[in-house]
């Protein structure tokens, strides 16, 4: 049972990424589905969350810049971040959780460069 993510990138400011986060050995279905971040000298942050009936979060400061969705196959969830930002240079974890289990990836590279 594991979690991935991928499509962490090197981009200009400005530019877009889709990452996503992939459920190995299980489904994503009855899970909700965060995204976290840490920036290098600074605690991880929650960016984004959808609860399994679709509702999605978002954190101010991507709010209107980043969506969160789910895949057709259940087991992938994906975030579309565009017009990134030099602050927006992190690790990009992906977390899901259902009652006691809770599940993190290992996470991906996004750096934004101005």
């Known amino acids: 049972v594991q979690v991935v993510e991928s499509g962490g990138s090197l981009v200009h400011s400005g530019g877009s990424l889709r990452l996503s986060c992939a459920a190995l050995?299980?489904?994503?279905?009855?899970?909700?589905i965060g995204w976290f971040r840490q920036a290098p000298g600074k605690e991880r942050e929650g960016v984004s969350c959808?609860?399994?009936?679709?509702?999605?979060y978002y954190a101010d400061s991507v709010k209107g810049r980043v969506t969160i969705s789910r895949g057709n196959a259940k087991n992938t969830v994906y975030l579309q971040m565009n017009s990134l930002k030099p602050e927006d240079t992190a690790v990009y974890y992906c977390?899901?959780?259902?009652?006691?289990?809770?599940?993190w990836g290992q996470g991906t590279q996004v750096t934004v460069s101005s």
């Open positions: 050995g299980f489904s994503f279905d009855h899970y909700a």
């Open positions: 959808i609860s399994k009936d679709v509702s999605a």
């Open positions: 977390n899901a959780y259902y009652s006691t289990q809770d599940f």
